[in-house]
C-alpha cells in the first residue's frame, strides 16, 4: 500500500509540474515568455478615455493605445494570435498592478519620466503627445497655457499633467498659480469643465482630441503644445528581454504602415498633425 501510495504522489507532482509547463502564468519569468508559451497575456489600458481606451459595457476596450497594444503582442508572439485579458489600469494605479501582478503590460497613456523608470522599465516610447489645454467652446480669456494664471485647472488622480503648469523646471514647465480641483482621472475632470467647475483641462493632446471630438462643438483646443509626452509601455521592472521585444515590434509598427493607420483610423477628423517615423527608443537598462 505504502509503494502505491507514493507512486500515487510522484503522478500527481508530475502531472503539476506538466500543467506548469503548458501555461500556468507562475512558471514564465518575464512577460516575453508568458505570450510564446501561454499564449495568453494580460494587459493594462485606459477604459475612460475616448479615441485612446474606452470600454463600453461588456465589450473589449477600444482605441488607439488598445488597438498598439493588439499589434505590439502579437509581434511578441512571433505573429500569432494571443489570448488578451483587459485590465483597466487608471493612472493611479499603474505602477501596483505591475508591480503585484495584476497586469503583465501596460498601454494607458504611460508617459515615461525619470521618476516612474526607478519603478517601472518601460518599451518605447511608440508615440510622441503634447500637453495642450482643454477649455468650453464659448470660454473668453483662455487663448494659450501661459493664461492659466489663477485659474481653476484639473488635478487628476495619479497624473502630473498639473504639475506641467504649477511648478517651474526641471520637474514642471510654467510654474504658474492656478487652483487646483481635484477628480479621479480624465473623465471626471471633462465633466467638471462641461459643469463649469473647471476653467480648463490640461494633459495630453490625444486625449483631449479624443473627449473634444466625443461631443464636437462643445469644447476648443488651445493648439499651444508646450510638453513632449513620451507614451511607454510599461513593463514590470527588470523586465528587459520583454522591453527589447517590444521596441522591436514598435519600430516594425511604424515601418509597415501600421502606426499610421491606427492615428488616422481614430484621429483623422481631427486635424492633428501627425508623425512619420517611430520616437528614438529609451533604452531597456
Known sequence: ???RRTGAVFAMAAMAAGLAACGGGDSYT????????????TVGTKWDQPSIGLKK????PEGFDVDV???????????????????????SNREALLQNGT???IFATYS?????????????????AHQDTMVRADAAGIAKATDLKDKRICQAQGSNSYKRITD???DGKLGLPAKLVGASNYSECVQKLSGGNLDAVTTDNLILAGFSAQEPGKYKLLNDPFTDEKYGVGLKKGDKATCEAV????????QDGTAKQLLEKWYGKTGMEFPTSAPPAEGCA
Open 57 to 60: 459595457g461588456t465589450a473589449d
Open 112 to 128: 515615461i519620466t525619470e521618476a516612474r523608470k526607478p519603478k517601472v522599465t518601460f518599451g518605447g516610447p511608440y508615440i510622441i
Open 1 to 3: 500500500m505504502q509503494i
Open 247 to 254: 521596441n522591436a515590434a514598435i519600430t516594425k509598427m511604424w
Open 168 to 170: 517651474p523646471p526641471p
Open 103 to 105: 497586469v503583465d503590460i
Open 69 to 91: 497594444a493588439k499589434y505590439v503582442v502579437k509581434e511578441l508572439a512571433g505573429g500569432q494570435d494571443v489570448k488578451i485579458t483587459w485590465k483597466e489600469a487608471p493612472s
Open 30 to 41: 518575464n512577460a516575453l515568455e508568458k505570450v510564446k508559451g501561454a499564449k495568453e497575456i
